[in-house]
């Protein structure tokens, strides 16, 4: 069974006949969150298993896959809403399936965003329950299926936080420090990109708590890497290759580690009056970005990732995963994250 199926098989096993229009509606987003993507985190779960010479069938291996690809959609989903986002990668997000579907019901102009939210918002804990049935029917044997659903369970309270973080400091008048920034980086992104898929790897193949832990700690450095190479890219990336609109993190006033660094240089008094600006226009938007630039710390984060990456990559070689998994991994995860960096990683 291909992942795409595996996807569709644990995120429809009902039916609503009564109400199958809703249902259906439901369905045909989900079906729209999981569609495309480099699947690197299902990718992960599959070569960490092989990398520790694991045993388990390819059937159970496969379902635990699915599950991490099944809460990347469930956070995309939630994400997107958070952030108004109709559009992901230069196609129709969640919401923007659900707007959609408004504007094709004739739904009154003032009422099209309460649908967009609550069926985005439903779609995504339909993603988010399968993720969590595909954990507990992987098909394990118990005691492996327990540590698969502590895992998960782990990753739900430290994902929900660090969004929950994201969203407070970017309506926070203050500025946090630059440990606090690293801080929603880690649990945002690396504990359910990298280091839930991993540790699940390896979990399922028996490996010990001395190497699930130090698997955990590679994740961390590389999602954190990876938070901030996206934090970079949001900014300067080119839209068609990123899908994404490079006015959102400034307008939505993000407090990423990017700006933490500008905000220590003298040339926040005149990048600090942009961030947040709802209406900031790609003109102004230019100017804050060579201004970026010209402080240093664009150049500061790139360096970061770049050490980020380094340390995960010693870890890895202490394992004996470099070549087997580290740098494969770094192809797939980073084929499209590019640093500018002359001679980075």
């Known amino acids: 069974m291909s992942l795409q199926d595996e996807l569709d098989d644990l995120v429809s096993p009902a039916q609503v006949p009564d109400l199958s229009r809703d ?22 779960v599959t070569s960490v298993h092989t990398a520790f010479a694991g045993t388990q069938p390819e059937s159970v291996v496969d379902r635990a896959a699915a599950a991490t690809e099944l809460l990347h959609t469930a956070f995309v989903v939630h994400d997107d809403v958070i952030d108004n986002d109709d559009t992901r990668r230069g196609r129709p997000s969640v919401p ?26 439903l779609a995504g804990d339909l993603a988010l329950a399968a993720a969590i049935r595909a954990v507990a029917t992987c098909g394990a044997d118990a005691h492996t299926t327990g540590r698969l659903l502590d895992l998960l369970d782990d990753t739900l309270h430290a994902s929900a936080a660090g969004e929950l973080a994201d969203v407070r400091l970017a309506l926070s008048p203050r500025m946090p420090d630059a440990q606090e920034a690293l801080a929603v980086a880690e649990h945002k992104t690396a504990a359910y990109s990298f280091v839930l898929p991993m540790q699940a790897g390896a979990v399922l193949a028996g490996a010990t708590d001395d190497d699930v832990a130090a698997l955990g700690e590679i994740g961390r450095c590389l999602g954190i890497a990876f938070q901030l190479r996206d934090d970079v890219r949001a900014i300067f990336g080119d839209p068609i290759e990123t899908g994404k609109d490079r006015l959102g993190d400034l307008r939505e006033g993000k407090r990423t580690p990017l700006m ?59 394992l004996g995963l470099d070549a087997a998994l580290f740098e494969p991994l770094l192809t797939h995860a980073w084929s499209d994250v590019p640093s500018t960096r002359a001679g980075a990683a």
Not at 27 to 40: D, H, I, L, W, Y
Not at 96 to 121: C, K, V
Request: with cysteine; net charge negative.
């Open 23 to 44: 249902h259906g509606a439901l369905m045909a987003a989900v079906e729209v969150g999981t569609s495309g993507g480099k699947r690197f985190r299902p990718w992960l």
């Open 96 to 121: 923007g399936w659900f707007r959609a579907d408004a504007i094709a019901l004739d739904t009154a102009p003032d009422d099209q965003d309460t649908y967009t939210r609550a069926g985005a918002i």
């Open 260 to 318: 933490v660094h500008a905000s220590q240089t003298s040339s926040w008094p005149r990048i600090a009056p942009h961030l947040g600006d709802p209406h900031l226009t790609e003109t102004t938007a230019a100017t804050v970005r060579e201004l970026l630039e010209s402080c240093g710390s664009r150049g500061h984060i790139e360096e970061l990732a770049d050490q980020h990456i380094e340390i995960a990559r010693e870890q890895s070689r202490s």
